[in-house]
């Protein structure tokens, strides 16, 4: 019986994991920075001892992604620095790593799904400090470990576009939402799904990457218009461009994901981000 732990598992993943996990016959150690703190290495070592772990799920991360631009340190700190202590644990007690990264280590001037060989070029800070963590892993080039890219995450938990938008629908008659930034999107209890129905099946010689968020394609535009039809609110969602809503952090414009490879080597099927929706808001009681 494999003993995990899971960091990070009061955020969105982490939470739908924990959720999840009495359907799978593993002992889990679900912490968060209150319980452990993995920019302590000898703090992680002795948990790792104590616990006997042999698979580390790492889903803790710094993902305010305009605070970044400003938290640089801490952002490194959480994406880059703490990655290195579980990778160093993990090369020395022979661990098995599943690490949750993200599409924005990619620029969004691609004309095609990326691919997961493709170039990376991070436009902001918490794309770089992800990208950082990324490449630790890959120098140390562990074993029976994967990288797993995703993006536009949203879950029954936590805070996220889909609440966001339930809220605001609520209270305004009209709404501007981003028409000109393309993604895939990826419903967190969707993921933690794969990561748990695919544990048992990773077996690598050295670090592979991997890409995973629901099927389809979609703009935040349209992600706001299937919210409020599924909720059966009379909010007006008019589509505007980037430049009308300015943030501090540069985003993608074209973010698409290619998940042929996850599907092939682990023979799994990749949900439509509508049905991921209906569910998430069906939990949320919001499913009119």
């Known amino acids: 019986m494999l003993n995990i732990l899971v960091t990070g598992s009061n955020g969105q993943v982490g939470s739908e994991i924990k959720e999840l996990s009495s359907n799978y016959p593993y002992k889990f150690c679900f912490t968060d920075r209150k319980e452990l703190d993995i920019s302590n290495l000898q703090d992680i070592r002795k948990y790792i001892i104590e616990n006997n772990i042999d698979t580390i799920i790492n889903c803790a991360a710094y993902t305010a992604v305009d605070k970044a631009e400003i938290e640089q340190e801490l952002a490194d700190k959480i994406n880059h620095l703490s990655v290195k202590n579980i990778v160093m644990l993990s090369n020395e007690f022979g661990i098995k790593l599943i690490h949750i990264?993200?599409?924005?280590?990619?620029?969004?001037?691609?004309?095609?799904?990326?691919?997961?060989?493709?170039?990376?070029?991070?436009?902001?800070?918490?794309?770089?400090?992800?990208?950082?963590?990324?490449?630790?892993?890959?120098?140390?080039?562990?074993?029976?470990?994967?990288?797993?890219?995703?993006?536009?995450?949203?879950?029954?938990?936590?805070?996220?576009?889909?609440?966001?938008?339930?809220?605001?629908?609520?209270?305004?008659?009209?709404?501007?939402?981003?028409?000109?930034?393309?993604?895939?999107?990826?419903?967190?209890?969707?993921?933690?799904?794969?990561?748990?129905?695919?544990?048992?099946?990773?077996?690598?010689?050295?670090?592979?990457?991997?890409?995973?968020?629901?099927?389809?394609?979609?703009?935040?535009?349209?992600?706001?218009?299937?919210?409020?039809?599924?909720?059966?609110?009379?909010?007006?969602?008019?589509?505007?461009?980037t430049y009308q809503y300015p943030t501090p952090a540069k985003r993608p414009h074209y973010s698409l994901l290619n998940k042929s490879k996850i599907k092939k080597d682990f023979g799994i099927v990749i949900p439509y981000w509508k049905d991921g929706l209906d569910d998430c808001l069906r939990r949320l009681g919001e499913r009119r």
């Open 101 to 241: 990264s993200t599409d924005y280590v990619f620029d969004g001037t691609n004309f095609k799904p990326y691919i997961e060989n493709d170039t990376t070029n991070p436009q902001n800070v918490y794309g770089q400090t992800k990208l950082d963590g990324e490449k630790v892993i890959l120098e140390y080039n562990l074993k029976n470990s994967i990288i797993i890219r995703t993006s536009w995450v949203y879950s029954f938990y936590g805070n996220n576009f889909v609440k966001t938008m339930l809220r605001l629908g609520k209270e305004k008659e009209s709404l501007g939402v981003i028409f000109d930034q393309i993604g895939t999107l990826t419903y967190a209890k969707d993921l933690a799904k794969t990561i748990l129905e695919i544990l048992s099946k990773i077996n690598t010689q050295k670090v592979e990457i991997y890409n995973f968020s629901n099927e389809g394609v979609v703009s935040w535009y349209d992600f706001a218009k299937e919210i409020m039809k599924m909720a059966k609110l009379p909010c007006q969602i008019n589509p505007i461009e």
